[in-house]
């Protein structure tokens, strides 16, 4: 396991903040390659709890957990909601402009 620079940390402890992990996920979905915004998730459910709680939480196992939320992953809304949820925050759609 590779060690944590301190940009990972200092992210790591921003991400605790939930308004913060919610911009930090608005500003990933802007990007066109979903890649980013699940990489993004990753970190925020990483720092806000851990991949093996939010896959109790959300009733996922941990090997879907880990493969939804990977660059190739492709997640389903009820399984996005359950991660929303069990990292505290709420996913919603406002309209453009």
């Keep these: 396991m590779r060690e944590m620079t301190e940009h990972d940390l ?3 402890d921003q991400l605790q903040d939930a ?3 919610a911009e930090y996920l608005n500003a990933a979905q802007e990007d ?3 890649q ?3 990489l993004a998730l990753r970190k925020v459910v990483e720092a806000r709890s ?3 709680d939010v896959a109790l939480q959300s009733n996922l196992s941990r090997e879907t957990l880990y ?3 990977s660059a190739k992953g492709n997640p389903t809304l009820k399984t996005l909601n359950a991660v929303f ?3 505290g925050l ?3 759609v406002t309209p453009r402009g």
């Design 90 to 92: 709420e996913m919603h």
């Design 50 to 52: 851990s991949l093996k």
């Design 19 to 21: 308004d913060f992990a």
């Design 10 to 12: 200092w992210l790591k």
């Design 36 to 38: 980013v915004y699940l």
């Design 67 to 69: 493969r939804t939320l």
């Design 32 to 34: 066109d390659d979903p």
């Design 85 to 87: 949820k069990a990292t």
